[in-house]
């Protein structure tokens, strides 16, 4: 007797995958956070959320390929799996419709805080359109059909709708998903590109802010696969859109956890004198912009206390007194930069964000 074809085990390994490496990063964005004294904010808790719709999707797809999916309908054994195993889909799709809204949301929420003007409401726009073309998906299921019971058992009698209805509309909402990383991810250029900041350290801000391109990929690489809903056998063929669909939710939670993480990391190794802030070299009169390394940068990081900026600033100025080099203009530009107040960009708009970047510059000793 010939092997059951199954896609089972790969659709488990990487659906389960998947939540856990994604999981990783929110927890540590959230210890970033915390560890910090910073209260969790609305893009946190959505976040989370969405990562717990991530978690379910992944049990009932685990339950799923324990039924028989993944392999072909009539290796399924026994048949009556088949209707179990079409009502924990069509469970799973609708959780899924939440997962993924839920982590494109929490970013262009992160994105009101640092927005003003026509910026502002174009992300307001992407936020309320999301939930508002998405989520309809989500129910489409259940109300296709009547009987409900007519959703998994097609022997049942009743009407439904054209297939080709939830099918057009599932791909228009992977567009409009789609279409809306893109614009998101855009907006930390917007936001970045006019500030004071050196290049290479602008590039790296945009970057890790910006990941959301790689989850509007995947919702066209997703949108590209839901034509396997017309397909006969679907416990067999729709391994991709239930890959692809768990694949948009963790890259979107990935990518907007790495830019807290960036802030955390760069304060931690700062702090820690391994920042290029504490080696000896001279920033020359031809510097492009003010770096995020520089003496100003705690003013300028998200989540430096008065205390930590205040405590830093004095231990540099002493070692510069040890070392006997320190003028009377340094010693000012040292002050001004004690007494500027902590501007996070997490929470407050692009405005505020420049005017401490465009602070004077130290000339390190």
């Known amino acids: 007797m010939a092997p059951v074809q199954t896609h089972g085990p790969l659709i488990g390994a990487v659906t389960w995958f998947l939540c856990f490496f994604c999981g ?29 719709c991530l978690l379910i999707e992944s049990i009932i797809t685990q339950i799923g390929i324990n039924l028989g999916f993944g392999r072909h309908h009539y290796d399924i054994e026994p048949q009556t799996n088949l209707l179990k195993i079409a009502m924990y889909t069509s469970v799973g799709g609708s959780i899924s419709c939440f997962a993924s809204t839920g982590s494109k949301v929490a970013f262009g929420v992160t994105l009101l805080r640092l927005t003003s003007g026509w910026c502002k409401v174009s992300v307001w726009f992407a936020v309320v359109t999301l939930p508002v073309v998405m989520l309809p998906s989500a129910i489409m299921t259940w109300v296709k059909c009547h009987p409900v019971q007519k959703n998994f058992n097609r022997q049942i009698e009743g009407t439904c709708w054209d297939e080709s209805v ?54 066209i690489i997703k949108g590209v696969y839901l034509v396997q809903l017309e397909k006969d056998d679907f416990f067999f063929n729709g391994k991709d859109v239930t890959i692809w669909t768990a694949v948009e939710t963790a890259t979107a939670i990935t990518g907007s956890s790495i830019p807290v993480l960036r802030v955390f990391i760069k304060e931690k190794s700062s702090i820690l004198g391994w920042s290029r802030n504490n080696n000896n070299k001279t920033n020359g009169p031809n510097t492009e912009g003010v770096k995020l390394n520089s003496t100003t940068k705690p003013a300028f990081i998200a ?42 960009l997490e929470n407050q708009a692009l405005d505020r964000t420049q005017a401490v970047c465009r602070q004077p510059r130290e000339t390190n000793v």
């Open 166 to 219: 939830t099918l057009n509309y599932g791909i228009f909402s992977a567009v409009w998903g789609a279409s809306t990383d893109f614009f998101l991810a855009l907006i930390p250029w917007k936001l970045m590109w006019g500030t004071r900041l050196i290049r290479h350290d602008k590039i790296g801000v945009c970057f890790a802010m910006s990941l959301g391109w790689l989850t509007g990929v995947c919702a």
């Open 24 to 52: 990783v990063f929110l927890a540590l964005r959230l210890y970033a956070k915390l560890s910090r004294g910073k209260k969790l904010w609305w893009d946190d808790y959505i976040m989370t959320f969405s990562w717990t």
């Open 303 to 344: 989540g430096t206390s008065d205390k930590q900026r205040t405590e830093s600033n004095k231990t540099i100025y002493t070692k510069r007194l040890e070392l006997g080099g320190v003028v009377q203009d340094m010693k000012r530009q040292q002050e001004d930069a004690i007494q500027a107040n902590p501007t996070d």
